[in-house]
């Protein structure tokens, strides 16, 4: 089978800040791909310009959000002639509500994400990462036999099975729900698998709480 090739990939992040709460801890959306609400600008001047968490009362300090996007949309949202009404339009089609951005800040890489193209004999991206968790997919070729070697002390037992995790070997490569996926993917396999040495040993196996 041939190497794998790392891809790079372009990747933006873009800090705005507006008097408006879009009551979003994350969303994924187009035209952003993600945004992140990361709370009130401490320290920032609020809108009857005083300084602090809140200013006159009922009146708080701008709201900050953070936007990233890899690929195409990093590229789209760096070419953008005017940032702030991207932002506002975008705003308004995904949230529905019309915001005006008081500040923004955008960071560009040309290569800032990562991902791995497929192996030959696999069909999908899928069937690729599968296989590299140890799930399922196309066994690889067997290495021919080595020349027998003098023996040596026994070693401990090495699992017969290993499960890989991480956001290069997950659906999501480059992003952190890539890892957690990938943790949820094997732990799911490693539950499985307990359930049917048990059943085949005659056991139940409960899961969940209690359990």
Known sequence: MAALA???????????????????GYT??????????????????GTDGKKGAKGAKGVKAPM????????????????????????????????GVQITV?????????????????????ETREAHIAALQGIA????????????????????KAPNVIYVVGEAVSAHQGWCE???????AMLAALTERKRRFHRGRGLVVRCGAGA
Do not use: N
């Open 6 to 24: 790392r891809v790079g990939h372009p990747f933006v992040l873009l800090y705005f800040s507006c008097d408006a709460d879009l009551a979003c």
């Open 28 to 45: 994924v959306c187009a035209p952003f791909q993600k945004i992140v609400q990361m709370g009130r600008a401490k320290g920032a001047k």
């Open 64 to 95: 900050v959000y953070m936007i990233y996007s890899d690929g195409p949309t990093a590229c789209k949202i760096a070419r953008a002639r005017d940032i702030r009404r991207y932002i506002e339009d975008g705003v308004r089609r995904v949230f």
């Open 102 to 122: 008081r500040e923004h800040k955008l960071i560009y890489w040309d290569s800032g994400t990562h991902y791995f193209t497929p192996l030959e004999g696999f």
């Open 137 to 156: 997919g196309p066994k690889a070729p067997k290495a021919p036999k080595a020349p027998k070697a003098p023996k040596a002390p026994k070693a401990p």
């Open 178 to 184: 890539g890892a957690l996926e990938s943790v949820e």
